[in-house]
């Protein structure tokens, strides 16, 4: 563990650190914000912030503005990178698929299934590294982006009692049925579509305890709605379970960390509520 | 004059135009953030935002979280880039001269006169277009982060007149003293020292009226505070004018955008106040 950014933010710090991951098997960095009360080693719940297409750890932290509501709050937010990375690791030249787009699962189909185990990183062994070295409870949150967003929602619905709030900015919410997800899954998972059942929120959610209040915001003008992100199936596969959903149609807003930051507030808030409560 | 960004933000929206300046002789951009208020066609206030080196329009649009307070006070909030741009426009190799580095002043030796007016395009050409072309009132503020902030300093103690609220970040209060500005100076203004007192704070305030109440914040763990800032000039130079001046040691804060956004919104409350007076 190397700590290789601090920069003091908001009565706190935020932090970038590098460390060798055992299951990515290589070096990983991610983003940290520790809000005065952890500085002072009280220990606060954790948030962890999955971003999307293209990101590393750097976007989430520099565009978002989660540090004032983090403060606020006194919630720690972790932002991981979107993919394992090197010289060493498979890639691709698109930009919706290796490097850059790891779609938080684990990659069964080589050469991908050798690094690319984003789902495990994220759900245990950037928790438990989180847990053991900063001042951290066991109370945690995910939300992120767009793919981010998919593996909000994915990570939460796979490992239900691990979390205690989840929320979503513009999600992938079907991946299987998207031209984004169908590229990523028939790569990482292969071509049979049923394995990919298990990635797939609107097929998660179906069978899904506990029930969190799941908030999704959605920009109206979104570039990316009708043909990616298509929150309709995911109103539809709730509604079916009665799975509490509040998705919130914001008019005018796009894709952008604009977007994200504008309701950034508001969904900190959410899940300071569930992860204090 | 061409929109090419626009995303909708805080409920008001920001965007990137490009235009050709007469000033600068070619094309330029600047971010504007148009609160909800200007977007129904009420003229708001202006504050123009002084990026500091190796800056383009966007640092300040994706990372100083601005946008959120302009929304609440119905401020809109002006950043243009840091100097002329393009093959034709004399540059240097190093990151604190040329391109990126135009340090608000109107050079007056070659090559650098050709270009290099960002003085008059920030306190002429600037605030005449965006008054011609948006619901801008004539009530304009200044306000900048290191060259950025010593350009905010000078162009309001150039021109009192024109502005009603005046701030900053970090700035280089004294560029005649410290490394960066003797650099840019000796290129732009000439070797002669008596000429760039007419761009240097320290100099300007002696003589300046009116006496607008000065903001300014200083991180302390500033990697550049005694080498290039030396805000204990200012401190001196006010003093002995008896010019109002606030300035804030920030215990931790360093010289990046993180330390920007933290004290934004006071920034902003602050000019917000004079303008609406």
């Known amino acids: 563990m190397e700590r290789i950014e601090q920069h003091a933010s908001f009565g706190g710090r ?3 650190w590098r460390h060798a991951s055992s299951c990515l098997r290589g070096d990983a960095r991610f983003g940290i914000y520790l809000p ?3 500085l002072r080693g009280e220990r606060c719940p954790v948030l962890y912030w999955l971003s999307g297409l293209t990101c590393t750890e750097q976007n989430f932290i520099t565009k978002a503005g989660a540090q004032e509501h983090a403060a606020r709050h006194d919630v720690i937010v972790v932002a991981p990178d979107t993919s394992p990375r090197g010289e ?17 699962v684990d990659a069964t189909v080589a050469p991908w299934s050798t690094h690319y185990r984003m789902h495990t990183y994220v759900a245990q062994e950037l928790p438990a590294l989180v847990e053991r070295h900063f001042a951290a409870s066991e109370a945690r949150g995910i939300f992120g ?12 619905l796979r490992e239900p009692g ?4 989840v929320s979503a900015f513009a999600p992938i919410v079907a991946p299987s049925q998207v031209p984004w997800g169908e590229k990523a899954f028939a790569a990482y998972l292969g071509p049979e579509r049923a394995a990919w059942r298990a990635w797939d929120a609107v097929e998660l959610v179906k069978t899904a305890a506990p029930r969190w209040p799941l908030l999704v915001d959605q920009g109206e003008a979104d570039e990316f709605l009708a043909g990616q992100l298509r929150p309709e199936l995911l109103v539809q596969a709730c509604a079916a379970v009665e799975h509490p959903l509040t998705l919130r149609m914001q008019p005018g ?11 950034m507030g508001d969904h900190i808030a959410h899940h300071a509520r569930a992860l204090r409560a």
Chains 1, 2 share one sequence.
């Open 88 to 104: 060493a690791v498979a890639d691709d030249p698109g930009y919706d698929l290796g490097q850059g787009a790891g779609f938080y």
């Open 162 to 165: 691990r979390y205690r709030s």
């Open 36 to 38: 005065s009360a952890a």
């Open 145 to 156: 982006h767009s793919m981010g967003g998919h593996g909000a929602l994915v990570t939460a």
């Open 253 to 263: 807003y796009d894709h952008s960390y604009y977007f994200i930051a504008t309701f």
């Open 14 to 16: 935020q932090e970038v």
